[in-house]
């Protein structure tokens, strides 16, 4: 990964940040800068994107396979947040979830309904071989 989030706690010498700032810069990658709030950059905005992707299909807004190719031709994804959380894994997602929401009630942070139940079901996405995707997503190829 070419990123890398500095963070800075309001105890954090500025000195220190910025020499951090310089050997990531120094590894060849991109630094941006963030203060310590839950996430921080990318998790903080990237978490709640696929929840809310996920209350969706608690909704019954749309077909999961329909809100991935919606974000991914309309907003030039890579892949859908739907497919991407089955990626990350559904147990993770929901962890950081639940402990968001407890630690920070008042942020807006909620869990949706189909992600609780598919981990109680044990389907994790890629790594127990099925989630929001059948298994025939995640299985590898078969060897002819």
Excluded: H
């Excluded at 071989?129 to 590898?140: D, L, M």
Aim: net charge positive; aromatic share 8%; hydrophobic share 40%.
């Amino acid at each position: 990964m070419n990123l890398v989030e500095v963070i800075a706690t309001p105890m954090t010498d500025p000195k220190v940040a910025d020499e951090a700032t310089k050997f990531v810069t120094s590894l060849k990658k991109t630094p941006v800068s963030c203060k310590d709030t839950p996430g921080f950059i990318v998790n903080r905005l990237l978490v709640p994107f696929l929840a809310e992707a996920m209350a969706m299909v608690d909704r019954g807004d749309a077909k999961i396979e329909d809100i991935d190719t919606a974000m991914k031709l309309g907003a030039g994804l890579p892949m859908g947040p739907l497919y991407l959380a089955d990626y990350i894994g559904l147990d993770t997602c929901l962890s950081i979830l639940k402990g968001w929401k407890t630690k920070y009630p008042n942020e807006g942070f909620f869990v949706p309904k189909v992600l609780e139940k598919l981990v109680a079901e044990g389907k994790l996405g890629r790594k127990t071989g099925e989630g929001f995707y059948p298994k025939s997503v995640w299985a590898p190829p078969k060897k002819q």
